[in-house]
């Protein structure tokens, strides 16, 4: 039986020489057996409380702003599970990690990445990040959206490699076509659902 858990970590967003503090929901995705992380923020031991004794997959990263990626290196590192991050991402990723560390495995849009006999769909959703995308698991009735819809509108566009106008472009076009009582699991802050931000937006 496929669950989602949850978990809440602090630590810093830094970018175009800002640092600010922030709070990044830990997500994750599977079975009793298996799982997949979405996102990597801040702290290894409090991701792997939230695993627990299931094999890691995958860390899925849906975009490369240092607060979900940050310890996605080490996360690897201690469970031997590979990164996927969207190609179009380098740039940001280069911030955080430099030129000698990489992530394994590309994503693209409509791939899907296998977890506890179901699959989340990847939705490459621009606009807060130019590779950013989002995760639709439609047994659960529930999308992962990173930074790129939040409970009370769009993600963030007023810092480098972000786009206003494509942002919401991506939201009308890729998220407001799933079911209107989607679930929308958020990079930070509270759960919302798609019916709920397009009638905001």
């Known amino acids: 039986m496929l669950r989602v858990d949850h978990g809440v970590v602090s630590g810093t967003f830094s970018l175009d020489g800002q640092t600010f503090d922030v709070d990044n929901n830990i997500w994750v995705v599977g079975d009793d057996e298996e799982c997949v992380v979405i996102d990597a923020p801040h702290d290894v031991d409090a991701i792997l409380a939230v695993v627990g004794d299931r094999r890691l997959v995958a860390i899925v990263c849906t975009h490369a702003h240092d607060d979900h990626v940050r310890v996605a290196p080490e996360l690897r590192d201690r469970t031997g599970a590979p990164i996927l991050l969207h190609p179009a991402e380098w740039p940001l990723w280069e911030l955080t990690h430099g030129r000698d560390v990489w992530w394994n495995i590309d994503l693209a849009d409509g791939a899907r990445i296998e977890v506890g006999g179901s699959s989340l769909e990847v939705l490459h959703t621009p606009g807060h ?35 206003k106008d494509l942002i919401v472009d991506s939201i009308r076009k890729r998220l407001f076509a799933l079911p209107p009582s989607t679930v929308v699991h958020t990079g930070h802050g509270d759960d919302t659902t798609i019916e709920a931000e397009a009638s905001r937006l």
Request: proline residues 6%.
């Open 129 to 163: 990040a130019p590779g950013a995308v989002c995760l639709y698991s439609a047994e659960l009735g529930q999308v992962f959206t990173g930074d790129t819809l939040f409970n009370g509108g769009p993600g963030a566009t007023g810092r480098s490699y972000s786009d």
